[in-house]
């Protein structure tokens, strides 16, 4: 059993900045994909940011790119979204998710996920 758990939510202002934080349990951690997904009041789950297994790839919804980093540390079992230049449409719960061998942005390539963290961008 998996266990994934985010942190550094939390209430910021238009154009602030956060580090999200998730934490697996496990020693196979570098043998998966990473990914943020997140999920605004009254909308569906949407992708954000997957991470290969290394570390070297990088994706990201269109929404995101050039505002949004992800990254990981192996050696943490940690992966981590950087996020700057917050606007209110990016409210929402962000969940982290262990995906496969192979990049993907469908929710259904990923077997387990955190319980959330809250990101609430004041304007």
């Known amino acids: 059993q998996v266990q994934l758990v985010e942190s550094g939510g939390g209430l910021v202002q238009t154009g602030g900045s956060l580090r999200l934080s998730c934490a697996a349990s496990?020693?196979?951690?570098?043998?998966?994909?990473m990914g943020w997904f997140r999920q605004a009041p009254g909308k569906e789950r949407e992708f954000v940011a997957t991470?290969?297994?290394?570390?070297?790839?990088?994706y990201y919804a269109d929404s995101v790119k050039g505002r949004f980093t992800v990254s990981r540390d192996n050696t943490k079992n940690t992966v981590y979204l950087q996020i700057n230049d917050l606007k209110p449409e990016d409210t929402a719960v962000y969940y982290c998710?262990?995906?496969?061998?192979?990049?993907?942005?469908?929710?259904?390539?990923?077997?387990?996920w955190g319980q959330g963290t809250q990101v609430t961008v004041s304007s």
């Open positions: 496990g020693r196979t951690f570098s043998r998966y994909y």
């Open positions: 991470i290969s297994k290394s570390g070297s790839s990088t």
């Open positions: 998710a262990r995906g496969g061998d192979y990049y993907s942005r469908s929710e259904s390539s990923y077997d387990y």
